[in-house]
């Protein structure tokens, strides 16, 4: 079974508006670590966002905002105020096993959402 | 600010040909990881050093090799590359105690490997 799971096709939003990217994910585990990347066209990696198992609080960074809704295992991507520049492939992905801390714990990514920024 | 250094940017070999992609970070970072990244597949983790002096395998290792230079570098090595490793491949580092917020990998800018 897929771990990190994004499921929509590509998606388009009109510049200015907000627009929301799933991410549900599959643990047993209590201590967890959900992120969101950025990849443009350009190819590098960019984090955006970290949401922790245990935080009490949705996480926030500028228009980035994590709708983090832990008994639905749902992490999903806000983004305000869409620029042309958000245009992009986005993934989310997960880090399980050990303490938040733990050297040994990997990231386990989902296969990308695609948006497209309209003028 | 260099942050993850991944070279070379661009390699075509042919099959059976061997490499070594380096990766180098100076963010004194504990844990070091690679990656490939293919059409419709996210990215899969090859291997990971969880500090100097130890590697792990992750989900691909087949036919990959890596090593642990020092705390800055970890090379990835192709003994007898084949077609299907025809792909995008990634270093990544992490530092694993004491950020905040912990856990955030910072990626190289990639390699895009051909295998003809």
């Known amino acids: 079974a897929q771990k990190i799971t994004q499921t929509q096709p590509g998606m388009f939003v009109q510049e200015k508006e907000a627009v929301t990217l799933d991410c549900t994910y599959d643990t047993s585990d209590p201590s967890y670590g959900l992120f969101w990347y950025k990849q443009p066209s350009s190819g590098e990696m960019i984090f955006l966002i970290y949401q922790g198992s245990y935080d009490q609080q949705n996480a926030t960074e500028g228009r980035y905002s994590l709708n983090f809704q832990k008994a639905r295992k749902s992490a999903n991507l806000v983004i305000s105020a869409s620029q042309l520049g958000d245009s992009a492939m986005y993934f989310c992905?997960?880090?399980?096993?050990?303490?938040?801390?733990?050297?040994?714990?990997?990231?386990?990514f989902g296969k990308g959402i695609t948006l497209s920024v309209r003028p | 600010n260099a942050g993850v250094t991944q070279t070379p940017k661009f390699q075509v070999l042919k099959t059976g040909q061997s490499m070594t992609l380096q990766c180098a970070q100076d963010?004194?970072?504990?844990?070091m990881y690679w990656y490939r990244q293919d059409p419709g597949m996210g990215l899969r983790l090859i291997y990971y050093s969880a500090s100097e002096g130890t590697t792990d395998k992750g989900e691909v290792p087949n036919g990959y090799n890596v090593s642990r230079l020092n705390k800055r570098e970890f090379s990835l090595r192709l003994e007898s590359a084949a077609p299907s490793q025809t792909s995008v491949y990634f270093c990544?580092?992490?530092?694993?105690?004491?950020?905040?917020?912990?856990?955030?990998?910072?990626f190289g800018a990639g390699t895009r490997l051909s295998v003809l």
């Open positions: 990544a580092s992490r530092m694993v105690a004491g950020a905040r917020p912990p856990d955030i990998q910072y």
């Open positions: 963010m004194n970072h504990n844990s």
């Open positions: 992905a997960m880090r399980e096993g050990g303490k938040v801390t733990g050297a040994n714990s990997k990231l386990t």
